[in-house]
């Protein structure tokens, strides 16, 4: 059995935060939207409840049905999910007189609540709510409060409920990772056994159950989160999986080659198609940013479709879709954060049922789940790669002899972040997020070479750090790391004769130029 934590969304922009959180505790969670408790799930040790942008009187607030899952396991609510307990059971909420935002500390009154094991006084806490629960409901008592908030955490030991006013699962909030785990673990009992091990034998065995005997195909991009998924796939039913991988020939430099080699020594069984001449050709005179990523995506299914539709009896479509991904579509207040990029979707009449078991990880736990397959440590440290690859890092229209270029400056920017070693013992490649170079084509400069004048392409290098690709800062490199690299560029890729940095974050600019 894989003990469970619930974490129930009501739209705050701090729910994943608390799921990040319970999974550094070694324990399985999962976000699931506030009304879609799984009711007939044995595995469920615990509920949290998040915070909202609404009020509680709000006609258009998130409410609740509390007799699903209160008083048979551990609740805590946050925030909004403790203003909707204390409102929902008769209690009052009310316009706090002053919007409660930023620091406070926190005076416990039940030292021996097992909610503040290991708390020192008066710590502290952050605050960002606009309502406050005024008057607590019958069988529920103050636990803790603030120099402003008096119930800013309350119980109800019969029914089994915590609560606090403020978000414990930011940094900002002092113990906010002990609260969190004094509940998840001494609360509701968590074994913390959540680990890619676990991970990875558990999922094995529920693939196996899931497929059974069917056939399943799989899109692999070269990238982390697809190659993983394979690999979980192929240890899990073997020569039932057929994956497939198309080369549209915007790939970064010898990369298929160099990724198909990694797949081989995998096991898998890979179909390679080389589809490049049809993508140059359809992107022909293409040059705005979406009509070209239509253009390859409508390439991408004409290809691949092609090729499930000779696995005549396949009956699943595996992809490595990964948390974040799907932040999108759980995301219950209706704002687009994000496009969803890698839902594309064969054509309905195919009938393939949809199977994503990273569907629930961060890009760091597929990494790990990468490194217990025992995949190669270069294709588990990989990058993130737009799926429209160099044509979206190729201002304008794409042509081959632009890809060529593009390839020959980004193989030597991404071997230099590969091969600088920083003083802590990590390359500046494992440093960064994800890093790429953009040929700003439309774009031409003069320079001077021995004693001929030039009059070519510059490149932009791009480096970001970031945690999930939502938002985005620069990565600060070393100067004396960019010189070198500027100089090796201008020195050996012909057609460019300029290199420039970018020192955007995202927002407002996005990580990838088009
Ligand atoms: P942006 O440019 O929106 O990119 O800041 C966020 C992350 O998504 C990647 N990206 C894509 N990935 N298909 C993908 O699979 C796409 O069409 C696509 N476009 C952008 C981008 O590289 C970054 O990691």
Redesign the pocket.
């Known amino acids: 059995m894989q003990q469970k934590i619930v974490i129930l969304d009501f739209g705050s922009q701090t729910t994943q935060l608390i799921g990040r959180r319970v999974r550094e505790m070694d324990t399985f969670c999962e976000i699931l939207p506030y009304n879609k408790f799984p009711l007939d799930d044995n595995n469920i040790i615990g509920v949290i409840l998040s915070g909202s942008p609404y009020s509680v009187y709000d006609e258009e607030a998130f409410r609740v049905d509390f007799s699903q899952f209160i008083g048979k396991y551990p609740v805590l609510g946050i925030c909004y999910g403790a203003q909707l307990m204390a409102y929902t059971y008769g209690g009052k909420v009310e316009p706090a007189g002053s919007r409660e935002y930023g620091r406070a500390h926190l005076k416990y009154y039940e030292a021996d609540n097992p909610l503040f094991k290991g708390f020192v006084k008066d710590s502290q806490v952050w605050m960002s709510h606009g309502d406050t629960i005024t008057q607590l409901p019958e069988g529920f008592h103050t636990i803790a409060s603030t120099e402003q908030v008096k119930n800013a955490a309350y119980t109800n030991p019969n029914k089994r409920i915590w609560a606090v006013q403020y978000h414990p699962e930011v940094h900002h909030s002092l113990q906010g990772f002990q609260l969190l785990k004094n509940f998840v673990v001494d609360i509701c009992g968590s074994k913390q056994q959540w680990s890619a091990a676990s991970f990875v034998e558990t999922t094995v065995m529920e693939l196996k159950e899931q497929l059974g005997n069917d056939r399943v195909i799989l899109g692999l991009?070269g990238?982390v989160d697809s190659s993983v998924c394979a690999t979980l796939l192929n240890r899990a039913i073997g020569k039932n999986l057929t994956c497939i991988f198309v080369d549209h020939g915007m790939l970064r430099k010898n990369e298929f080659a160099k990724v198909m080699e990694a797949y081989k020594g995998l096991g898998l069984n890979v179909v390679a198609v080389d589809a490049s001449a049809k993508f140059f050709a359809d992107l022909k005179g293409a040059t705005d940013p979406e009509t070209k990523?239509k253009i390859?995506?409508r390439d991408f299914i004409e290809v691949f479709d092609a090729e499930a539709r000779k696995i005549k009896d396949a009956k699943w479509l595996a992809q490595g879709t990964i948390y974040p991904?799907r932040i999108e579509s759980l995301n219950i207040t209706g704002k687009v954060i994000?496009?969803h990029?890698?839902v594309g979707g064969l054509p309905e009449e195919m009938h393939l049922q949809l199977c994503e078991p990273l569907k629930w990880l961060f890009k760091d736990e597929v990494r790990r789940v990468g490194r217990q397959l025992g995949m190669p440590e270069r294709l588990v440290k990989r990058?993130?790669?737009?799926?429209?690859g160099l044509a979206?890092r190729i201002l304008g229209e794409v042509t081959p002899d632009k890809v060529r270029v593009l390839q020959d400056a980004d193989d030597i920017y991404i071997e230099a972040l590969h091969n600088y070693v920083c003083d802590d013992g990590e390359t500046l490649y494992d440093k960064v997020?994800?890093a790429?170079t953009v040929l700003l084509s439309p774009v031409k400069s003069v320079g001077v070479m021995g004693d001929e004048r030039t009059y070519e392409n510059p490149v932009a290098l791009r480096a970001v750090t970031?945690m999930d690709?939502?938002t985005?800062d620069w990565a600060h490199l070393p100067y004396d790391f960019l010189a070198k690299v500027s100089n090796d560029i201008i020195n050996k890729v012909k057609g460019v004769n300029r290199v420039c940095y970018d020192i955007s974050s995202?927002p407002p600019?996005?990580?990838?130029?088009?």
Do not use: C, L, Y
């Open positions: 991009s990238g990523r390859i995506g991904d994000k496009s990029h890698n990058h993130p790669f737009p799926g429209p979206v997020w994800q790429g970031s690709a939502m985005a995202k600019s996005t990580i990838e130029w088009e």
